[in-house]
Each structure stands twice: as structure tokens, then as C-alpha cells.
């Protein structure tokens, strides 16, 4: 055989054996996805919970939308919209459309924000007020006399008030940055002011967040949106996305609409957020995996789009707390480490993991108030793929407890001053309702002690000596003693 048709035969074959492992692979990731999209479980289950599918479970949840990514080996594996952007307009989730990313969005402002520390424009542990022109930090007696850094708000270390914003309607006067922070007309917050002096113990406050956006502004002397989208959002890739509020630079088709957790629109669709470092990113998915991926690949040391090695390990190493980092929160799961942040603005929940080690990763959003859907989705994924750590579901067995004992257990025990828990039996099943909250099921795991699968609580029924119910035992975040009062 003459060398050029035995060139042209070998490079035939390499054809045909590239085209027969892609879609060999193809298959194989499309049998993973049907796993994960057939195999959702509450939290906490019994052995009679049988697995649900995503659909079933945002019609359970009243969740119109949901979008989903998948890392694997520092490659973005799949990503897939489930449901409808805009329920009335009957306009799909595809991979494509944006949500409103909540408070993930001071991950990335993390990362913009240690560009200009890694490129020598600021001092991460100096005092703010060193770099803040439009306006400086009133410093006051709860300080005492303690220097708020840019590493405080980054990690939330820096006894600020402020927690979260809820946003502006279309319509609404939109405050300035300076005016959020004085909590000045039109800003619907409260003014961002010390609680206590900084670098005592972790205090989330998106209000510090705010702080570090100005910090950006009067730096860089550009638009906020404008940096972040130049220097952090365009270089990982992540062209999709903006910080810009509202999203005028984004087709409307692309934009999801938020709903609240009874599955009804929020007016305008979504709010406005001038908070844009603490609640102003539009993104996907896709997109913030591009992020995640480029968080691994430089921690590694083999990549640095916007920040190198020794920044980004900075970035994910616990700053005075034991779990918050500079944007991001470090977890330990069954000895495996992820960064992961949650975002909640009106109308929208996200949820992000990466993993230090092995490239793996998963990013969930809805167009919900109610995330819980992100949760047994993410377990799913960790089921299929066997990311160690990251499926928290946990499978509880009940045992038979007799009509006569449940209805022992019956009344109302006090949970705080004039609210109480109000627990009812129908048929076999008890029900515990706190406040003016719904009442939820409740599984006995003992004959005095039952769980509830909507959260991580239990209750223990206590006898006193004359063999009636005196009190119960809470358990939640601890054990609280509540007296039966009825």
C-alpha cells in the first residue's frame, strides 16, 4: 500500500474510533442525566418514599423553573433547563436563560474585588476609609476603635449591620450606592453601621458587600457592571452574564421571571437590585460553571484568567471564621472539601458547589422563593456521580405507634412567649404546626420521639412522674425545652 492511502486509511479509522467513543460518551452522559432527573428524595425520607422526577417535584413545590449544571473531572458536563422562564408566556428554561443570582453574586465580587488587590491597587487588611472617596465609613463608639479592611468584608468579619436587600419594584425611585449605605430616601434598608467592633466573629451583612462596590467605584473610576464585566466575568468566559441593574443590555427573552413560593409572578417580574455586588448578577448555570471550573483549574495552578495561584487559595481559606472565605464558604462533607455560596433575591434561589480536589461540581437556579427543589437535585446529582460529601438526604425508619400513645401526645406545648406548637393526631398520623405556620407530618423514629421531612427537627415527648405528658424536647440547632401548656 502506497504511504499517502495508508495515511488517509489510518486517519479514516481514527474518524470512525473518535466518532464511536464521543457518542459512546454521549450516551453514557444522557443515562446519567435521566438518573438524576428520576431520582429525588426529600432530605429526609422514610423506607415507604419512593423516588420522584424534577417535574414532579416543582409541581410539589410550586416551582416554575429550574436550570442545572454539572462539573465533572474540570469540565462542564452537562447543563439543562427543566419547566418555564415565564410561566404566562409560556417561555422555556434553557440553558441559555439568565437568573437573578442573589447573594452569588459576592462571589464573583470577590473575585473582582482581589484583582485590584492582586494588581497591587489595594491593601486587603488596611483601613477601607484609605480608599473610599464618595464617601467614607462613620466609624463610632460600637467600633471601638477597631479598622474595618477590605478582608472584613469580604468575610463578613466586619460587624456590620444590613443583612440582605429586598430590592425595587419597577416604577420605584432607585437609590445610589452612597444613599443605600446611609439608608437615606429612597433606600428601603437600614443605614450600614457597626454592630460592634470588626474582626471579632462573623456577621453576614451584604451592607459590608455594598461597601466593597463602592470601594470598586472609587478605584477604578468606572461603572461598577462595566469592571466587573472586563475583568472578571468576560476573561472566565462567562459573556452571558451581567451585573448591570436592571438588565437592560440582556434580550427580555433571555430573562427569567421570579415567582414567589405560592407559584405567583412577581410584579414586574423581578426586582431591581442597586446592590449590585451583594445582589445585582444576572447569570446561568453554564456560566457560573465557567467560574467554578476556573476557581479549581487556578487553585491548582493551572490557569489564572483573572486571578492567580496564591490569590485564589487566599480566596478560599476561611478568614477569622472557621467557613467563611473572601466570597465564599468552605465546607468539609465526609472529609471532602467544597467552596459553595447560596443566593436568594426576590423571586429566585441558586445554589453552587466546587469541589478542592478532582473538578467536580454542580450549580443550581429556580425562578422560586422556595429552593428546596435545589437541594434533592443536587443530592441526585451527588447519587449519580458519587460526589463524596455533597448528598445530604437522609433515610430515617419509623416503627408503629399505638393510637392510644399518639393521642397522649396531642395539645399545645410552648415554644416562645404567646407562640406555641400545636400538635394533632388525624387517624395515625400526628401533626405539629408552630405559630402561624403550616402544620407538618410528623414520623415517629421511636414511640416518644418523631421527625418532620420539610427540615432537620425533631421532638421528643417527655413524661413527667405521674406518667403524663409534661413537656417536649426540641431539637433543632440544639435542644429547647418546650412546656406542654394545654
Known amino acids: ?87 404566562s408566556l409560556k417561555r422555556s428554561v434553557t440553558a441559555n436563560t439568565l437568573f437573578q443570582a442573589g447573594s452569588v453574586s459576592k462571589s464573583l465580587n470577590a473575585v473582582g474585588v482581589l484583582k485590584l488587590v492582586q494588581n497591587k491597587k489595594l491593601n486587603l487588611y488596611t483601613d477601607i476609609n484609605n480608599y473610599l472617596t464618595s464617601w467614607k ?94 475583568q472578571v466575568l468576560k476573561p472566565m468566559g462567562m459573556t452571558s452574564s451581567t451585573y448591570t441593574q436592571p438588565p437592560v443590555v440582556i434580550k427580555p427573552v433571555l430573562l427569567a421571571t421570579g415567582y414567589y413560593d405560592n407559584g405567583k409572578q412577581i410584579p414586574g417580574k423581578f426586582q431591581i437590585y442597586p446592590e449590585q455586588a451583594a445582589a445585582g448578577l444576572w447569570t446561568n448555570p453554564t456560566d457560573l460553571s465557567k467560574y467554578v471550573i476556573e476557581t479549581q483549574l487556578a487553585y491548582q495552578g493551572k490557569s489564572k484568567k483573572v486571578l492567580g495561584q496564591q490569590m485564589t487559595r487566599l480566596r478560599l481559606t476561611p478568614y477569622i471564621d472557621k467557613s467563611a472565605a473572601f466570597g465564599v464558604f468552605i465546607d468539609s ?49 451527588a447519587n449519580v456521580y458519587g460526589f463524596k460529601g455533597l448528598n445530604r438526604s437522609k433515610l430515617k425508619k419509623t416503627v408503629m405507634v399505638a393510637d392510644s400513645i399518639l393521642q397522649s401526645y396531642t395539645g399545645e406545648y410552648e415554644l416562645q412567649p404567646k407562640v406555641t406548637l400545636t400538635v394533632t393526631r388525624e387517624g ?17 423514629e421511636t414511640q416518644n420521639k418523631f421527625f418532620v421531612k420539610v427540615a432537620d427537627i425533631e421532638i421528643e415527648f417527655i413524661k413527667d412522674g405521674t406518667g403524663k405528658i409534661s413537656k417536649a424536647i426540641l431539637y433543632e440547632h440544639g435542644a429547647h425545652e418546650l412546656k406542654k401548656i394545654k
Not at 52 to 80: C, D, F, P
Open 137 to 230: 465609613f462613620p466609624y463610632d463608639s460600637l467600633s471601638k476603635g477597631k479598622k474595618i479592611s477590605i478582608a472584613n468584608l469580604l468575610s463578613h468579619t466586619a460587624g456590620l449591620t444590613v443583612h440582605g436587600f429586598p430590592g425595587y419594584a419597577h416604577g420605584e425611585a432607585i437609590p445610589t450606592v452612597v444613599e443605600v449605605l446611609n439608608g437615606q430616601k429612597p433606600a428601603n434598608t437600614p443605614k450600614v453601621r457597626s454592630m460592634y467592633p470588626s474582626g471579632l466573629k462573623y456577621e453576614y451583612s451584604g451592607g459590608g458587600t455594598t461597601i466593597s462596590q463602592l470601594i470598586v467605584l472609587d478605584i477604578t473610576h468606572q461603572p461598577y457592571d462595566k469592571y466587573m464585566y472586563e
Open 333 to 381: 462533607l465526609d472529609g471532602a472539601k467544597y467552596f459553595q455560596h447560596q443566593g436568594s433575591d426576590q423571586g429566585f434561589q441558586t445554589q453552587y458547589y466546587g469541589s478542592f480536589e478532582g473538578g467536580n461540581g454542580v450549580v443550581v437556579m429556580v425562578n422560586s422563593d422556595n429552593g428546596a427543589i435545589m437541594y434533592e437535585i443536587i443530592n441526585s446529582v
Open 428 to 444: 395515625n398520623q400526628l401533626f405539629g404546626k408552630a405559630g402561624k405556620q403550616d402544620k407538618a407530618s410528623l414520623f415517629p
Open 1 to 87: 500500500m502506497k504511504p499517502g492511502i495508508l495515511s488517509l486509511t489510518l486517519a479514516f479509522i481514527t474518524c470512525i474510533q473518535i466518532s464511536v467513543s464521543a457518542q459512546s460518551n454521549q450516551k453514557e452522559i444522557s443515562e446519567k442525566i435521566q438518573q438524576v432527573e428520576n431520582n429525588l428524595f426529600p432530605n429526609i425520607h422514610t423506607q415507604s418514599d419512593t423516588p420522584k422526577t424534577i417535574a414532579q417535584r416543582m409541581a410539589y413545590y410550586k416551582v416554575h423553573g429550574v436550570s442545572v449544571a454539572v462539573i465533572h473531572n474540570y469540565k462542564l458536563e452537562w447543563a439543562k433547563g427543566y419547566g418555564w422562564a415565564d410561566d
